[in-house]
């Protein structure tokens, strides 16, 4: 268990409102990730965190912002989320470095209505 | 699209069998990933190969790389109700360590 946590597992929300995704982590690990899984398209990647205050973008980025500013937490946010943003959301953490395998949480469902 | 493409999307197959996935990606890769997904549940890692290698057995699992086609392969042999499951293929691209991205999956039913 490499001891990550996502909350909220589930949540409901209006078009045009704010929605911020929090994964965190036990272990002090530098890598951090937020995917987006929709039928027909597996996982997508929306921003990667390579440590405090440094994040890159994914494949899929627009309309998603995120945040790091202590090792442990990685928001994930929704400025003005939209339909097309229902989802599940997953974060995942790297315990062998930027290239090694990644343990998943066990993901935020997000509605947007 | 740097996606990793998985072919079949769906194999249905009886316990016992032999359950074969591909994975084909678009360029040079610092390695591959293979994990494995439960209905509802987040992704479990199973497998990575280097890119300077050919071929990686874990217990009855047995990954190939062919970097000259750009592809790899899954293989579970005398595969087991309990091996249901999404199987996705991820890549980490040369020059981009940090980055993984992932395959549309392959879903597997393996019936009893």
């Known amino acids: 268990d490499a001891g990550i946590t996502q909350s909220p597992r589930h949540k409901v929300t209006e078009t045009g409102t704010p929605v911020t995704l929090r994964c965190h982590q036990t272990?002090?690990?530098?890598?951090m990730y937020w995917y987006r899984q929709d039928p027909g398209h597996g996982l997508r990647l929306i921003h990667y965190?390579?440590?405090?205050?440094?994040?890159d973008k994914g494949e899929v980025s627009d309309g998603y912002s995120v945040s790091r500013s202590k090792t442990e937490d990685f928001l994930l946010t929704l400025e003005s989320a939209t339909s097309s943003q229902t989802s599940v959301y997953f974060c995942?953490?790297?315990?062998?470095?930027?290239?090694?395998?990644?343990?998943f949480g066990e993901g935020s469902r997000l509605t947007v209505l | 699209s740097q996606q990793g493409e998985e072919d079949p999307q769906a194999l249905s197959i009886q316990e016992g069998e032999n359950a074969t996935m591909n994975c084909s990606y678009k360029?040079?890769?610092?390695?591959l990933q293979w994990y494995r997904q439960n209905s509802g549940r987040g992704l479990v890692h199973l497998i990575l190969?280097?890119?300077?290698?050919r071929e990686k057995h874990s217990g009855r699992l047995r990954v190939t790389l062919d970097t000259s086609k750009k592809s790899s392969s899954l293989l579970i042999t005398a595969s087991r109700a309990a091996d249901t499951a999404s199987y996705f293929c991820?890549?980490?691209?040369?020059?981009?360590?940090?980055?993984?991205?992932f395959g549309q999956g392959t879903e597997l039913s393996v019936k009893p």
């Open positions: 995942a953490i790297a315990v062998t470095g930027g290239a090694g395998e990644l343990f």
């Open positions: 991820a890549t980490v691209f040369y020059n981009q360590g940090g980055k993984l991205i």
């Open positions: 360029t040079s890769i610092n390695n």
């Open positions: 272990e002090n690990h530098r890598y």
């Open positions: 965190s390579y440590g405090v205050k440094d994040t």
């Open positions: 190969i280097r890119s300077n290698e």
